[in-house]
């Protein structure tokens, strides 16, 4: 079975740091890509950052220069260092994860979810 767990969310001040985790566990043979989205109340969900097994990244406008993405292809992890947080940042953040399980299968998973408050 399937499934990622994150990590790492929680209350910090406006300007303050923060770093999610989120590992993939299962029957993976590979993992093609992870990243980060987040949805606040009465928003659609939104990318924050991705990165491929290649270390290709992708951010959100929003995010570039203060969130950085990266990940453990060995131990199928992925970070995300979130600094100069801003209360505008607050959001569930889910963690996602593409790729083939054993037996040639595409997958597509989706984490439970993890808050993040940024809020003096």
């Known amino acids: 079975q399937m499934q990622l767990v994150e990590s790492g969310g929680g209350l910090v001040q406006p300007g303050g740091s923060l770093r999610l985790s989120c590992a993939a566990s299962?029957?993976?043979?590979?993992?093609?890509?992870m990243g980060w989205y987040r949805q606040c109340p009465g928003k659609e969900r939104e990318l924050v950052a991705a990165i491929t097994s290649t270390g290709r990244t992708n951010y959100a406008d929003s995010v570039k220069g203060r969130f950085t993405i990266s990940g453990n292809n060995a131990k199928n992890t992925v970070y995300l260092q979130m600094d100069s947080l801003k209360p505008e940042d607050t959001a569930v953040y889910y963690c996602?994860?593409?790729?083939?399980?054993?037996?040639?299968?595409?997958?597509?998973?989706w984490g439970q979810g993890t808050l993040v408050t940024v809020s003096s």
């Open positions: 299962g029957s993976i043979f590979s993992v093609n890509a």
């Open positions: 996602n994860a593409a790729g083939l399980q054993t037996g040639a299968r595409y997958f597509n998973i």
